[in-house]
């Protein structure tokens, strides 16, 4: 794992991958399919950034399930752990 695995460094993980988005815009209640910017390619950018900031690979079946921001969190934080 490259970074270090919290809550408030995933946020701003997570928030880096739009371009659009002021920062602290996003929480871990924040349905990210609500998002202006979320596509099926924002979806590939955000499940590669996994790989890259945190050493964890997320399937297309996992992120389909999570609804929230906290979803992919708790999903991220249970493989690196």
């Given at each position: 794992m490259s970074t270090?695995?919290?809550?408030?460094?995933?946020l701003e993980k997570f928030e880096a991958q739009f371009e659009?988005?002021?920062p602290g815009t996003i929480s871990l209640?924040?349905?990210?399919?609500?998002?202006?910017e979320w596509?099926?390619?924002?979806?590939?950018?955000?499940?590669?950034?996994?790989?890259?900031?945190?050493?964890?690979?997320v399937t297309a079946d996992e992120l389909k399930q999570a609804v929230t921001v906290g979803d992919l969190f708790e999903t991220v934080k249970g493989k690196a752990g």
């Open positions: 270090p695995l919290d809550a408030g460094t995933f659009e988005l002021e209640e924040t349905e990210f399919r609500q998002l202006a596509t099926s390619m924002q979806s590939l950018v955000v499940i590669a950034s996994f790989d890259w900031e945190f050493g964890v690979m």
